[in-house]
């Protein structure tokens, strides 16, 4: 790793520090544009430095810093409802950035990579508050992600619409 990297990936994990604590609670798991901050992140940085920079993102908020939905942080908010939702984030980014870099030429692809990073976010999410809130597949459906599919269509066509420009604004090289 160099220089830029390490700038980078704290770039994006700063990113993600600054818009997730900002959400909405609509139930046990919030509305929030964490998501979107992956999403960036994977198409920026790719499943690697990606994968790094919502990894440094996780830690950060594990030790306690308040940059969890709804100014949260701690282990502890690992181990809740919402945590397998933020563990979730891992592979979103690593499957959405292995993704978009190897159809970087058909940006039309681009939604399918961050559709199949979010179902991945999605299972273990909503697997995870099954477990805790002792609660059947369709209740867990129903409350974790029935109603943010909506959202995530629009975080998802924003990414879309802004990762290419600013990849090439950034300069940022097609091997990520």
């Known amino acids: 790793m160099n220089i830029k990297d390490i700038t980078l990936i704290s770039l994006m994990a700063a990113l993600m520090c600054i818009v997730a604590p ?81 159809v970087d030429e058909k940006k039309w692809v681009y939604p399918i990579g961050l559709s199949l990073g979010t179902l991945a976010c999605y299972t273990l999410g909503t697997l995870w508050f099954m477990l805790q809130a002792s609660v059947t597949p369709l209740t867990a459906l129903s409350t974790c992600v029935f109603p943010f599919i909506p959202g995530d269509i629009i975080k998802i066509i924003a990414a879309t619409t802004i990762i290419s420009p600013m990849r090439k604004v950034l300069k940022l090289s097609i091997n990520i």
């Open 22 to 102: 900002f959400s909405l609670p609509v139930g046990p798991i919030p509305i929030s544009l964490s998501t979107f901050a992956v999403y960036i992140a994977a198409g920026l940085l790719g499943r690697k430095r990606g994968t790094m920079a919502v990894l440094t993102y996780i830690l950060l908020g594990a030790t306690g810093l308040p940059v969890f939905s709804g100014f949260s942080g701690g282990i502890q908010k690992l181990f809740g409802v919402t945590g397998g939702y933020i563990i979730g984030y891992l592979p979103c980014v690593y499957i959405s950035g292995y993704f978009i870099k190897n």
